[in-house]
């Protein structure tokens, strides 16, 4: 009867939870730049993406009201898909251009009514030893920030794919760091950056992957 308590709630219990199986698995999610993110304003988050455990660090490491972005095949899970509905989850179909359409539409709705939006643009997991080989960003999700006229927040994600995916099955103790870039102001973007958003939102996150590699871990 009271969405806004209901997602409320249930943010709160997924970042908690979340917290608790970084704990489990004997990893300390490092934060870098939370003084990065706007809290006046919805933001639209965009990451590298390397592990399902990329979800668990971005619920666990921001207090603002967020959604991700989901491939359209989790709708179908029974359940699972109820607790993203509340934790304010957006399930993207590039198959169906007018669905996807739809899908951006309510990223822009949640973005100006302080929702924020998290998306990672490579269309899947990169799970190469290389963090910094990021592949290519699809442009058309930037719309978000484009039309509702947020910033876009960068991140660069390392640590997640050697978790879990690198030893698969098994998790396996982890360096995990999670680095919350400059906000992107597009209307203070050159034309030329602005056509090309998505290159110049890659480039920013690659950059940042070096310096993890170079200052943090290297």
Excluded at 153 to 166: D, H
Excluded at 188 to 201: F, M, N, P
Aim: with cysteine; charged share 30%.
């Amino acid at each position: 009867f009271r969405p806004d308590i209901s997602t409320a709630v249930a943010q709160t219990m997924v970042r908690g939870t979340f917290k608790i199986m970084f704990f489990i698995a004997g990893t300390r999610l490092e934060i870098i730049g939370s003084n990065n993110i706007p809290s006046d304003s919805g933001v639209l988050f965009v990451s590298n993406h390397r592990s399902y455990f990329d979800i668990l660090a971005g619920f666990a490491s921001t207090k603002k009201a967020l959604g991700f972005v989901a491939k359209y095949e989790m709708i179908k899970i029974p359940l699972l898909k109820q607790w993203m509905d509340l934790v304010n989850c957006l399930f993207l179909n590039r198959e169906d251009i007018k669905q996807g359409l739809k899908t951006i539409l309510q990223g822009v709705d949640n973005v100006k009514s302080g929702i924020s939006v998290w998306i990672c643009l490579e269309g899947g997991r990169h799970r190469r030893d290389d963090v910094t080989d990021v592949r290519e960003f699809k442009e058309g999700s930037l719309k978000i920030a484009e039309k509702g006229k947020v910033p876009i927040v960068p991140v660069a994600i390392y640590g997640t794919y050697e978790l879990w995916e690198k030893q698969y099955p098994r998790i396996k103790k982890s360096r995990v760091i999670i680095e919350y870039g400059k906000p992107i102001i597009i209307s203070e973007l050159s034309d030329q950056d602005k056509k090309k958003l998505g290159a110049y939102t890659r480039g920013k996150i690659i950059n940042m992957l070096e310096d993890i590699v170079k200052e943090k871990v290297g």
